[in-house]
């Protein structure tokens, strides 16, 4: 009889697998950058495309022949700097010195934090501690384009803490784009919270292997949950769970192409379960986590590919009907 083993399937590096504190990621790692500029932008999950472009990458197979790549099209509304924070580094960890405000704040972000009554955008304060700061960071939030509650975050500023300051000054209170931190060509980190799937069984949450027909009358479990000794079940052990709704990152996503007409992506008839893209968008090659709707926070590639092709040249955005059937153009 064939023994019946295998190697267990299934990566440990995403353990615990929890649901998200929130409904969009919170960036803990910043790569360094002597570019004074914000290092991250944030975007809204619209749906998938294709593109036909020629491919210019001389190592490549198919070089300076035309090939279909898959593309994620995310919606980049721009999003306002209502605050700035100075951080200061201890032997504990980062420590946050103090923040300014901005004095114009849109009325919608009430809706996610606590504003203060008295907003000064003083900041004679942070001048008088630049020599304790360590890095700045940019508080701000999103203009959603299809509801009113906007998402609220923390963006690092690059370059020393001095010119990241007056950075900061400057765009207090004002808006930026996905032009003032991104280019064409760009390799970042996709930041987001995953679908969610609710509780699912050991197979489809770890990919075990399903038991042979005689096993106990069970077949989508694990064959034993542990030895007698330590008498506990350990974490290792493939078990039943939340499956979904875990925040993910994405490394080296490459984007494609940034426009600002939305009906240069919109397909006929508009994208499913997210409708038209109004304003400036991005092209993503590949797919990025997260359903439709969802906020996607993207970061200066934290660990950027050493080869950086070359970037393909791009000749039809697909625009064809996702609704199943052909639906004519208004």
Same mark, same amino acid.
């Not at 190592?59 to 209502?82: A, C, D, H, L, R």
């Not at 050991?202 to 106990?216: C, E, F, L, M, S």
């Not at 007409?261 to 968008?281: A, F, W």
């Not at 199943?324 to 208004?330: F, L």
């Given at each position: 009889?064939?023994?019946?083993?295998?190697?267990?399937?299934?990566?440990?590096?995403?353990?615990?697998?929890?649901?998200?504190? =929130?409904?969009y990621?919170?960036?803990?790692?910043?790569?360094?950058?002597?570019?004074?500029?914000?290092?991250?932008?944030?975007?809204y999950?619209?749906?998938?495309?294709?593109?036909?472009?020629?491919?210019?990458y001389?190592?490549?197979?198919?070089?300076?022949?035309?090939?279909?790549?898959?593309?994620?099209?995310?919606?980049?509304?721009?999003?306002?700097?209502?605050?700035v924070?100075?951080?200061?580094?201890?032997?504990?960890?980062?420590?946050?010195?103090?923040?300014?405000?901005?004095d114009?704040?849109?009325?919608?972000?009430?809706?996610?934090?606590?504003?203060?009554k008295?907003?000064?955008?003083d900041?004679?304060?942070?001048?008088?501690?630049?020599d304790?700061?360590?890095?700045?960071?940019?508080l701000?939030?999103?203009?959603?384009?299809?509801?009113?509650?906007?998402?609220?975050?923390?963006?690092?500023?690059?370059?020393?803490?001095?010119?990241?300051?007056?950075?900061?000054?400057?765009?207090?209170?004002?808006?930026?784009?996905?032009?003032?931190?991104?280019?064409?060509?760009?390799?970042?980190?996709?930041?987001?919270?995953?679908?969610?799937?609710?509780?699912?069984g050991?197979?489809? =949450?770890?990919?075990?292997?399903?038991?042979?027909?005689?096993?106990?009358g069970?077949?989508?479990?694990?064959?034993?949950?542990?030895?007698?000794?330590?008498?506990?079940?350990?974490?290792?052990?493939?078990?039943?769970?939340?499956?979904?709704?875990?925040?993910?990152?994405?490394?080296n996503?490459?984007i494609?192409?940034?426009?600002?007409?939305?009906?240069?992506?919109?397909?006929?008839?508009?994208?499913?379960?997210?409708?038209?893209?109004?304003?400036?968008?991005?092209?993503?090659?590949?797919s990025?986590?997260?359903?439709?709707?969802?906020?996607?926070?993207?970061?200066q590639?934290?660990?950027?590919?050493?080869?950086?092709?070359?970037?393909?040249?791009?000749?039809?955005?697909?625009?064809?009907?996702?609704q199943?059937?052909?639906?004519?153009?208004?």
């Open positions: 009889m064939s023994k019946m083993t295998k190697p267990r399937a299934g990566s440990l590096a995403f353990s615990p697998r929890v649901r998200a504190r =929130r409904i990621p919170r960036i803990t790692s910043w790569p360094e950058s002597t570019e004074t500029k914000p290092l991250a932008f944030a975007g999950k619209a749906g998938m495309t294709h593109i036909i472009a020629v491919d210019k001389k190592n490549s197979p198919t070089y300076e022949q035309k090939v279909s790549i898959p593309v994620t099209i995310v919606e980049v509304p721009p999003i306002t700097v209502f605050g924070r100075a951080y200061a580094k201890t032997p504990y960890g980062r420590k946050v010195l103090t923040e300014v405000w901005a114009n704040l849109d009325n919608n972000l009430k809706r996610r934090v606590k504003t203060p008295s907003k000064k955008s900041f004679s304060v942070l001048e008088n501690i630049i304790q700061i360590s890095e700045i960071r940019l701000v939030h999103t203009n959603p384009p299809f509801k009113k509650t906007p998402e609220v975050f923390e963006i690092k500023v690059g370059g020393d803490p001095k010119s990241a300051l007056e950075y900061a000054k400057e765009k207090l209170g004002k808006q930026i784009t996905i032009n003032d931190v991104f280019k064409e060509g760009d390799y970042v980190d996709a930041i987001a919270v995953t679908k969610g799937k609710g509780i699912q050991p197979v489809y =949450r770890w990919g075990i292997k399903i038991q042979y027909r005689k096993a106990h069970f077949r989508r479990h694990v064959g034993a949950l542990g030895p007698w000794h330590p008498t506990k079940t350990m974490w290792r052990i493939p078990q039943a769970g939340q499956t979904g709704f875990h925040v993910r990152t994405e490394i996503k490459r494609i192409k940034i426009g600002n007409n939305g009906s240069d992506v919109n397909p006929i008839g508009g994208i499913p379960h997210y409708g038209l893209v109004k304003g400036s968008y991005i092209l993503v090659k590949g990025l986590p997260g359903p439709k709707k969802r906020l996607i926070i993207f970061r590639a934290l660990r950027p590919p050493k080869v950086q092709g070359v970037l393909p040249e791009l000749i039809k955005i697909s625009q064809e009907s996702q199943g059937t052909r639906v004519k153009a208004i």
